[in-house]
């Protein structure tokens, strides 16, 4: 079995359970909360979720650096990487991080919200989340899926009997976000002793600070526009659709993320297992295609399943409630789908340190945003507006990558 098979399937197994326990979650939650709050609930995760993914460099400099130490046996220098990486993250974050909490009152009247507290909530998650970035990419880097799929496991394994318990005594959208923030404080800990235990025996070594400068601000553009164009739609809907709409956008927004879920653990590899093979002078082209029907192999499984049964899938997970979210289930999945696999374009020229698709892959996204704030007379406009920009962004990288790969 190739190697990027036999490491695909690891973490396709561990990212299955981690999912099973989120849907699990997002079951739960759904049940409790009302439209709007469900609205509240599912935004603040998608700002969270934005701010992961923009300030994706982190985890994937980290990965892409720890790949090519730990391939020449430098783990000193894994080790210096993330301790130097992560009193960094931690020691400019902190005073963002506050300065946000006193403007999350502005912020959440802007938004609509109820009360300020699932903002301030969703900012320190923002904060823990990037920290436990930094020790998920030395994990990738290392290449340590077993670990990393522990790691993954056990957030959403503590975050599941939290929640239950904080929303059957608080059912609020605080008290479901609380227990993604202690799950994450929880599975920082648990990091810690991870990566001690991989590089133990080895001091810490210096690392060349230039070589990561210049390859995490084009990467950093990469995961900014990556970001932008996964959650603008929800934050889009938020600001211009009443409560209902945007809780029932909330929920077909979140069972959209089925597909993220499934791309996730090719994600997690793309970076690194591309960045060795090029360090060693291997083409990347055939490993690159091979992952990413891996990706759509498995996507065409919840795809089907909603082009087929949205109504069906919606009554039986939420009876009556969310009526307008079953229409627009499919489309907004198929949207996900195209929007993951020009990102994994993007990660394969990352690994090559090849990153002309810049040039295309933001305009697609200033274009969405563009047509977002312009068009928003229903939420099937707002879906259809999401297909043709991203189609369109995908076939334009798609070329680029088809004529370097030439070349």
């Not at 990486?85 to 009152?105: D, E, N, Q, S």
């Amino acid at each position: 079995m190739r190697l990027e098979a036999r490491q695909s399937l690891i973490l396709v197994a561990g990212t299955g359970v981690t999912t099973l326990l989120g849907v699990a979650y997002t079951l739960v939650v759904g049940r409790t909360l009302d439209e709007s709050a469900l609205g509240e609930f599912t935004h603040a995760l998608s700002i969270v979720a934005f701010c992961q993914i923009a300030l994706g460099p982190i985890n994937g400099t980290v990965a892409k650096f720890a790949a090519d130490y730990s391939a020449k046996g430098e783990l000193g220098r894994v080790r210096g990487l993330t301790r130097e990486i992560a009193k960094r993250v931690a020691g400019y974050g902190l005073p963002i991080v506050i300065a946000a909490c006193v403007i999350a009152p502005g912020l959440a009247s802007f938004w609509q919200y109820a009360t300020s507290w699932p903002m301030i909530i969703a900012i320190i998650m923002t904060y823990v989340t990037l920290l436990l970035s930094v020790a998920r990419g030395a994990l990738r880097g290392l290449q340590a899926f077993g670990p990393f799929n522990v790691n993954t496991i056990f957030e959403a394994a503590v975050r599941l009997p939290i929640g239950v318990a904080l929303l059957m005594t608080w059912s609020e959208p605080s008290a479901g976000l609380l227990a993604y923030l202690i799950a994450l404080v929880a599975t920082l800990i648990l990091s810690d002793r991870q990566l001690a235990a991989s590089w133990q025996g080895h001091p810490v070594a210096p690392v060349d600070g230039r070589a990561i400068r210049q390859f995490t601000w084009p990467l950093l553009l990469l995961m900014v526009t990556s970001a932008g164009f996964q959650n603008v739609d929800m934050l889009a809907v938020k600001r211009f659709f009443p409560g209902d709409d945007a809780g029932s956008f909330g929920i077909a927004f979140r069972l959209a993320q089925a597909v993220a879920v499934v791309v996730t653990p090719f994600n997690t590899l793309m970076l690194p297992l591309l960045a060795t093979k090029h360090s060693a002078g291997r083409a990347i082209t055939g490993t690159f295609l091979r992952v990413c029907g891996y990706f759509l192999l498995l996507a065409a499984v919840p795809l089907a399943a909603f082009a087929l049964w949205p109504d069906e899938i919606m009554n039986v997970l939420f009876p009556n409630k969310f009526a307008g979210a079953a229409a627009i289930l499919f489309p907004l999945t198929l949207v996900r789908l195209v929007g993951h696999l020009a990102h994994m374009i993007g990660l394969a020229g990352a690994a090559a340190n090849r990153f002309g698709f810049l040039w295309l892959y933001v305009p697609g996204l200033f274009l969405e945003t563009a047509a977002l704030i312009l068009w928003h007379d229903s939420l099937g406009t707002v879906v259809r507006i999401l297909l043709v920009t991203q189609c369109v962004t995908l076939f334009a990288t798609a070329a680029w990558f088809l004529a370097v790969a030439r070349r």
